[in-house]
């Protein structure tokens, strides 16, 4: 749910984490920052499903978490990809369909 570049949710890893996290960046800070319990490693496969209100996060088919989320969802109606920073990584097969 990218609303603009200050405003958007994600999905992922940080600098600061290896540890798999969801994260609600509102006017450029993390209003909600939460760790999921994982480490991905290499070739490993994160899904993330956004319907209405609701977010769920798999990681090699094995159910992460379900948030309510209601920032975007009307004007975060754009979807990306974001890579930085010393970590490395790949991203293959990133697939979005209208539901």
Do not use: H
């Amino acid at each position: 749910r990218y609303v603009d570049s200050n405003t958007f949710v994600r999905v992922g890893v940080t600098s600061s984490s290896t540890e798999l996290k969801y994260q609600v960046i509102t006017g450029g800070a993390a209003v909600t920052d939460t760790q999921l319990g994982v480490v991905p490693s290499a070739g490993d496969e994160i899904i993330v499903r956004c319907s209405g209100a609701e977010i769920t996060v798999w990681l090699n088919e094995r159910y992460m978490t379900k948030v309510l989320c209601s920032q975007g969802l009307t004007t975060g109606t754009n979807v990306g990809l974001q890579m930085s920073g010393t970590l490395g990584g790949r991203l293959d097969n990133f697939i979005c369909y209208a539901l």
